[in-house]
């Protein structure tokens, strides 16, 4: 079992920055192809960044996202962190990091996630 722990959220302002965490406690993080994904109020869970084993930068993208988020793994913090940039409302949501254990290269459905964490919310007022 791998627990994923996540920090970081809260309420931000339009066009803010907003950088949120996930670790694997016990575990290297970079064992992991490690996804985040969110889910706005009566909508379904959504793909956002993720970063899988073959490099600290290795990171891709939900397409429509691309460019105002940034993936990166810090191996000696054992963290994963998620950036967003010019925060528009419509990114308000629960944030959740995921774990995939088999390495897999760019999974972008839930379903190929082995283990969550609990969700973080992010809440960005107009």
């Known amino acids: 079992q791998v627990q994923l722990v996540q920090s970081g959220g809260g309420l931000v302002r339009t066009g803010d920055s907003l950088r949120l965490s996930c670790t694997t406690p016990?575990?290297?993080?970079?064992?992991?192809?490690i996804g985040w994904f969110r889910q706005a109020p009566g909508k379904e869970r959504e793909f956002v960044a993720g970063?899988?084993?073959?490099?600290?930068?290795?990171?891709f993208f939900a397409d429509s996202l691309y460019g105002r988020f940034t993936i990166f793994r810090r191996n000696d913090l054992n963290t994963v962190y998620l950036e967003m940039f010019s925060a528009k409302p419509e990114d308000t949501a629960v944030y959740y990091c995921?774990?995939?254990?088999?390495?897999?290269?760019?999974?972008?459905?839930?379903?190929?996630?082995?283990?969550w964490g609990k969700g973080t919310l992010v809440t960005v007022s107009s």
């Open positions: 970063i899988n084993t073959r490099g600290r930068l290795a990171g």
């Open positions: 016990g575990r290297a993080v970079g064992t992991y192809t």
């Open positions: 995921a774990a995939d254990e088999s390495g897999g290269s760019e999974p972008r459905n839930a379903v190929d996630y082995d283990y």
